[in-house]
């Protein structure tokens, strides 16, 4: 019991990257696998001000969220778009978008190296524990859960009931058919490709305030989120959030039964039995 | 074989031969260097032989090496070297042909991700592994000389390019051409896709465990970390496609100089090196596509006018 709130609560925070990466990769067509440095580089932001001047790190998601989407906008419309723009089929794209991001994320590593040095950091805050179903838990893990899960439902909503969400899931669906009905689909893949980027920089900051990060640890939650958005297929947020929980629980359980070191291998066994047994993700339905 | 061909094949063995007397020359700095470039000249053409012609980027090579590092490093007390090399290169081929069973019926993207994953998932393995049994590293003490290495890194380049040669000129060669052109296509025209991929994919895996099975030594202690250095990946790739992957001899354009800048950065600056691996990636998609084999083919085709 213990072990399956400690990862619905970790794997609540994976939804809200890997919600994040979706909406890059379902709606922009770029996997970008700088995402992590964003994480990172969320996470950097909500130390500063907490270090500095003792500004929550939930009040400070609303400093890191229009930055990350006003940065990544910017990284879309100068770097990725002449690379939609030329390509002449999908797989060309893919590569490219793989090599280009792999670049942005290795620039991104050296850029925190070059700020911030090679240090781990971590600050305390909300340490206190709380009692929940008998066992007892960090306050920050449950809060970071809390606002993940208020995040999720938003964007929820949104992607389901506004007008701009509908035009999101139908380039989601088909770019071309999109274009026909009369949806600027340059603009709105701009759109989700920022709004990724900042729903993965506040999953960042949130993250920060109960795990240690240091600037090189930005590939592994990509291949976390990577993992998830796969497993939960492309463009499918029900998919997404049932993963990231699965996943959550999964690494929780191989953490603290087998050894903390394993988590990676786990969330690997899980990826090759999908891509054995599901490679359409969980919801997915097989292609015709 | 036709006269060029001919050509080509005595060029290939005198400049192998020459590259082979760099010991005699000099056993320091410059010997090191050699061999960091053999070792990359084989990994990096290895590479480009499978992703090359399939546009499917293998981000696995340092988890083969390690794999191979591994082998030599438990066996060689008790088995011959040269065969602890054989036995790296089946267990770097059978590695290759699982991950290319599970991801390589699917999309380019799944197969990236995974290999991106694989030898962090290894190094977990085996440093879990040895925390079971209370060791932390081994110690791998021969009496091989760095100019021994550097000779058999040479030798192994030159079976690299033989192997490259020959599958260009094979079934399985030209199967792979159409299916980098159009997968569809080649699947429709009765090739078996995911096998020929497999297939091919084993070259780079077993050329890696085996490069990584005669640098052993070289290390003399060797533990996760160290072998599965996801960094080596990210080099060959860098290397390979900087040089181009079009011509058997491309990804060597990118290596030499690459090794070069790569050393003179490390010494000088060994906390810029991640910076310039990102740097080198953006310059090759915005400004390199081709690598420096396909700038010389725009080149050569103004100065000839178009006329080819």
Same mark, same amino acid.
């Given at each position: ?31 970008? +696998? ?6 990172? &580089? ?13 500004? *929550?790190?939930?009040?400070?998601i609303? +400093? ?5 989407f006003?940065?990544s ?29 792999f ?16 240090? $781990? %950091?971590?600050?305390? $805050? ?78 960042g ?32 947020v ?7 929980l ?12 087998i ?6 291998? =786990? ?22 | 074989?036709? *006269? =060029? ?40 053409t290895?590479?480009?032989?499978f ?12 988890? %083969? %090496? ?12 008790? +088995? ?48 879990? =592994? ?19 290495? $550097? ?18 000129? *094979?079934?399985?060669? %030209?199967a ?31 050329? &890696? ?80 596509p ?19």
């Open positions: 019991m213990d072990i399956l709130i400690t990862g619905l609560l970790l794997g609540g925070t994976y939804a809200l990257i890997a919600m994040g990466l979706n909406l890059q990769y379902g709606v922009a067509r770029i996997m970008n +696998l700088a995402n992590g440095e964003l994480l990172v &580089a969320g996470g950097f932001g909500a130390f500063f001000f907490y270090t500095s001047g003792q500004v *929550s790190p939930f009040l400070t609303f +400093l890191v969220a229009p930055a990350a006003g940065v906008w910017l990284i879309y419309r100068i770097m990725l778009r002449p690379l939609v723009n030329r390509a002449k089929s999908r797989g060309q794209l893919e590569t490219d978008s793989i090599l280009a991001t670049g942005l994320s290795f620039v991104g590593v050296g850029l925190m190296l070059a700020a911030f040095g090679g240090d $781990y %950091f971590n600050y305390s $805050y909300l340490a206190r524990p709380i009692t929940l179903a008998g066992d007892t838990f960090a306050l920050n893990r449950v809060a970071s859960f809390l606002a993940a899960v208020v995040i999720c439902g938003l964007l929820y909503l949104w992607l389901n009931r506004t007008r701009a969400g509908l035009s999101i899931r139908a380039i989601a669906v088909s770019p071309d058919s999109a274009r026909l009905v009369g949806i600027d689909v340059p603009r709105m893949a701009a759109i989700a490709f920022a709004l990724g980027g900042a729903v993965t920089a506040v999953g900051a949130l993250i920060s305030t109960y795990l240690t990060l240091d600037a090189s640890a930005g590939v592994i939650f990509t291949l976390k989120a990577l993992i998830i958005v796969i497993m939960g297929g492309v463009g499918d029900r998919g997404t959030i049932v993963a990231a699965f996943l959550g629980v999964v690494e929780t359980l191989v953490a603290s039964l050894d903390p070191g394993l988590t990676l291998a =786990a969330a690997y066994a899980l990826f090759i039995l999908v891509l054995l047994f599901r490679p359409q993700g969980i919801f997915g339905k097989t292609p015709t | 074989m036709s *006269s =060029a061909e001919i050509r080509n094949l005595i060029l290939t063995v005198i400049a192998l031969g020459v590259c082979a007397l760099l010991p005699m020359a000099d056993s320091g700095y410059w010997l090191s260097i050699g061999l960091s470039i053999a070792m990359f000249t084989v990994l990096a290895s590479w480009a032989l992703s090359g012609p399939t546009h499917y980027i293998s981000l696995a090579t340092a988890a %083969f %090496f390690g794999v191979g590092t591994y082998t030599t490093g438990l066996g060689f007390e008790t +088995l011959p070297f040269w065969s602890l090399v054989a036995l790296a290169g089946m267990f770097g081929a059978l590695m290759a042909a699982l991950v290319g069973l599970a991801t390589l019926r699917l999309s380019g993207v799944y197969f990236v991700i995974f290999t991106l994953g694989l030898a962090e998932l290894v190094r977990q393995v085996i440093t879990w =592994a040895q925390n079971q049994s209370g060791q932390k590293g081994l110690y791998v003490l021969t009496d091989i000389t760095e100019a021994m290495i $550097y000779w058999m890194l040479i030798a192994l380049a030159a079976a690299v390019y033989l192997t490259g040669w020959l599958i260009g000129r *094979s079934r399985l060669g %030209f792979l051409r159409i299916i980098g052109d159009d997968e569809t296509v080649a699947a429709h025209s009765g090739i078996n896709t995911a096998r020929a991929k497999v297939l091919l994919f084993m070259v780079p895996g077993a050329v &890696a465990a085996m490069t990584g099975a005669i640098l052993a030594p070289r290390y003399v202690y060797i533990e996760p970390s160290l072998a599965f250095t996801p960094m080596l990946s990210f080099q060959v790739v860098i290397m390979a496609l900087l040089g181009g992957t079009g011509r058997l001899w491309g990804p060597l354009a990118g290596v030499v100089p690459f090794t070069l800048l790569w050393e003179s950065i490390s010494s000088n600056f060994p906390n810029q090196t991640t910076l310039l691996l990102g740097l080198s990636f953006l310059l090759i998609v915005y400004a390199l081709h690598g420096f084999v396909g700038l010389l083919d725009r080149l050569r085709q103004r100065v000839t006018g178009g006329v080819s």
